[in-house]
């Protein structure tokens, strides 16, 4: 087998460039990969297309400035593909065949990717183990004990496997950047309308945001680069086009970083803890200003989400009736339809959230609940923009600790909540944040995330990048 | 003592976009079912709402026409049911923040003036369309997403007239600012009323008659639910708050449902549309460009000397009040005779609007001029209609083939004169006896005689002075 998906993006487009190989030894090279599709990273495996494309591409020139042609790409199964199915890993949408494309899915074929299929993840991107998958859990390639991550958990894989450089994730709270840290990729969860939402089957559609996930920084600001862009089909979008990697290279000499005290507390795991605050110390020899800050409202992150997330979800979902698309389970009446459809089309973990999210808005709860939740998110966000009046960027771990054994929350749903405990913030404040890989934990890795303000995702990647390349670990067995 | 109603009315009425609210499908009532359907439309997965400007500004207008206030900052909410009709299973619309708000139709109820309150008018969607048949329903979309604007009053309403009269009033106000069709027929306009009786200060139990069939069936549907309600009190029982039906064949309402302890609409703010921000200059320019108001051009055509039969007669016929809006130059009273007469038997015959005609704005300027001038009479155009109507041929053109000859010399109508005089000499008598009568006749003799080809004013004149 071919590995030439193992190497940095640049060599391959040379590769390309120069004619060495073509884009058809990509494509096979990630389908030899996949294989059986032993590991459940994908749900759909577009064979056919894949091939299909990466031959037509031969009748082109490679084109020289742009990095991305003929490379394979996999995405998320709540990302519209046209003619491809689109399941979000639910029975309920398990032959539900896409007819249009997403708009970020327009413009990675516009940039000549090639879509090898469409990954693995908790069922409507409710989790964050992907153990809720209609499919079943794609295996962690650390360990095949542990979870993935999720809810972007096949993207995760996919991409820590090396079949293809990159994929697309979403992000609610926190599914591309736990699934990325518990895998040792990075992934990034861009502003709040940084990628256009159209065409992304929506969980909570003042959370929900598009991402990349690649091995590398760079990598992932060249994706961000392809994929951002102002969509008059979402109003949530924004006109921002910049190159996110401009700052990649750059000194980090006289940054201001802030640690939140809650982000390095007795809420996280000891061992993730001395890691994140290594990495701190190296950055103060490295010349910049690390500051352990308190930060208003930040504790009540995951009870804020559960109360907007279910909320906003309750009413998402409605539309998986029965009636014009997806499952539809024979019945009598249309009470009935809508009762078996989707009874037999949810899983449980969506029927709870559904069920939650349905009575936090009724009636009098909207004002007591929902209202409320609006309100205080307002005043969290307030509490971090003042941090970054101060500070260019906030550190601190992914996730609270490193991939742990499958079925382990499955019995208490609030524990898949306690993971994303850190990096829901971002999600609330509409924060771009991202996850990078900072060495391993009982061999299992271990991400830091940093965040910035709204816009700044060119700071991060370059924090991000200096990390990647300088910072070097005594692994620990 | 006797009952007192108190109502309040919710009207419905589908802004005339070119485009639905949220989505770029077409506006179009009429077309094949689901020709004007799209994946956002269809409540599709991944698809997200933009927003129509122009039925902002519509709303922006019906506003100003019904005098509201305007919320300059608003946001849209989401309205969660279950219903086929609803793809999404919730309906966008603007439960907390509605555009207008505070306003009032003024009605004239027998020469008495009066204000019908307005408690607020908000956007939203409508569904699509429910085809019923025996073994199975249709869904069509083609309505779905069609900007309505809803209307409320506040239950300030006492009888069936008033609410007919502010039904007409409000459907009129709406239909010359453009902002909507109207047509009850065609759904674009839906009246549902809420309808309570009681002796003292205290509201009784209010009933809902949904989706009335015209405005007619308003006052009727109020009348039956008075007396049906007052009926059920005087026999000890009580109300229960409903929702009923009227049905025209049996004049009667019939019941729907009960309603039970309040909906549970789990109302929140749409996350996928930003807030929607009201500038003022936006405001002042909706207010430059409203059309002229039914009750202005009443006032211009009453000026104009038109009678009250025929300004009613324009008014309920607003393609021909358009077209006269379009002159400002014209004879209106002669320009509104020609329109409302021939014109208008032509329009009814073929079933076309008078914009679908041959009939250009210079052609009906040298029509009116022609009239006035005599140079052609009300007879003459009947043989003409088609021709104008129908082709693009010069007025002078068609007169030409069709021979009619432009009796305007005095010498010419004065020889037909001296005829009727001569082959009359007893009526000419009777006429100098006094006998007014004579004189009619003898102008019909005129006329005949120049198989209506004369100015009747002008011979009408020439003869008087001949009889001197």
Redesign the interface.
Known sequence: MSKYLEMDITSIHELLVNKKIKPIDLVEEALEKIGNNEARAFITIDYEGARKQALELENIEVEKDNLLFGLPIAIKDNIMVKDLKCTCASHILENFVSIYDASVVKLIKDKKMIIIGKTNMDEFAMGSTSETSYFGCPVNPWNKDKVPGGSSGGSAVCVASHITPFALGSDTGGSIRQPASFNGIVGMKPTYGRVSRFGLVAFASSLDQIGPMTTNVLENAILLNAISQKDEKDLTSFETKEDFTRLIGEDIKGMKIAVPNYFVSSVVDSKVVERIKEVCDFLIQKGCIVDYVDINHIDKAPILYQIIAMGEASSNLARFDGIRYGLKEDSNTLEDLYKKTRSKGFGREVKRRIMVGSYILSGENAKIYYNKALQIRDDLKKSFDKVFNDYDLIIGPSSSRVAYDLNNNMDDPLKCFMDDILVMHANMGGFPSLSLPVGLIDNLPIGMQIMAKHFNEATIYKLASFIEKEFKVEEVK | MSYKKTIGIEVHCELKTKEKLFSPSLNNYGSLANSNAN?ID??????????NKEAILLAIRACKVLNCKIRKIQHFD?K?Y?Y?DN????QITEERTPIGYDGYVEINDDGVTKKIEILEMHIEEDTSKSIHSKETTLLDFNRAGVPLIEIVTKPCIHTAKEATLYLEKLRELLLYANVSDCKIEEGSMRCDANISISKTDTLGTKIEVKNIGSITNVGLAIEYEGKRQAEILDAGEKLQEETRRYDAKLDKTILMRVKET?N?Y????E????YLVLTDEMIEEVTKNIPVSADIRRKKYQEAGINEININKLIANKDLSDYLEEFTNLNLKTASNLLLGDIQAYLNKVNKSILETKLTKDKMIKLVSYLDDGKISHKNFKDIVLDIMETDKEIDTILEEKGIQNVVDNTLVLEIIEKVLKDNENVVLDYKNGNERSLKFLMGQVMKESKGSVNPKLANDLLIEKLK
């Open positions: 994946i269809l409540g599709y997965p991944g698809t997200l709402p933009t927003l989401r969660n279950f086929p793809p999404k299973n919730f309040g549970d789990r109302y929140f703010p996350p996928d549309i930003p």
